[in-house]
């Protein structure tokens, strides 16, 4: 069984600059959830991907956008990047309508600088 | 938004010593998770919870959905020096219905003097 996988490992961007981040969910699960991570915080919900749609969205602006494609992986597209997108973004994925649907499995994450 | 009141915030204890944390919520949830963090790791699924009352362990941790519906423990025993992170408690409340987002508790950092 293949776990989540989360590329690149580390980012560094300027305030102002656009920023993607790829994800590819664990085998068999079929929704993908990704998450912002500040120093020293519990992760916050950014939004969750189903069948290729958004299928809930925490409180983050527009700029943060995403993608989830037919084999189930998945992008986070940040715009107009901000000192305080600074973090670690996390990528989770889940088997919807299933056992322990519940049960979200975390990639390595992505850590963003922003200067 | 919303989060989770996790306690204690952090703990710092002697190799062999058991450990206990708990989470407590306003809502009702449906389902308990506990996660640990290593630095600059994604969080590990440790224990999942569905049922009130239920009460569950992998290796030395423990964890029990309370009954109320309301509040979750983990206790590790005899600690070890690996058990030193984050631990988080994350849960999906009743009133989300399909969107099932994971509400998380702001962690317990545990530090094991060897």
């Known amino acids: 069984e293949t776990g989540v996988t989360q590329s690149p490992t580390h980012l560094i961007k300027t305030r102002g600059q656009q920023v993607t981040l790829r994800c590819s969910s664990q085998s068999g699960h079929n929704t993908v959830s990704w998450y912002q991570q500040a120093l020293g915080q519990g992760p916050q919900f950014i939004f969750q991907y189903y069948r290729e749609e958004e299928n809930g969205r925490g409180n983050f602006p527009p700029r943060f956008s995403g993608l989830q494609f037919p084999n189930y992986s998945s992008e986070l597209n940040v715009n107009a990047l901000e000192l305080d997108d600074s973090a670690l973004y996390l990528c989770a994925s889940r088997s919807r309508g299933r056992a322990g649907a519940d049960e979200q499995f975390f990639g390595p994450g992505t850590r963003l600088t922003v200067l | ?114």
């Open chain 2, 1 to 114: 938004g919303q989060q989770l009141n996790q306690s204690p915030q952090s703990m710092f204890i002697q190799e062999g010593e058991d450990v206990s944390m708990n989470c407590t919520s306003s809502s009702i949830f449906n389902t308990w998770l506990w996660y640990k963090q290593d630095p600059g790791e994604g969080p590990v699924l440790l224990i999942a919870l569905y049922k009130a009352g239920e009460l569950t362990s992998n290796g030395r941790l423990t964890a029990q959905f309370g009954i109320t519906r309301k509040d979750s423990f983990l206790n590790i025993s005899a600690s070890i020096p690996s058990d030193v992170g984050i631990y988080f408690c994350a849960g999906q409340p009743s009133y989300a219905g399909n969107n099932r987002k994971l509400i998380w508790g702001l962690g317990t950092s545990l530090a094991v003097n060897p």
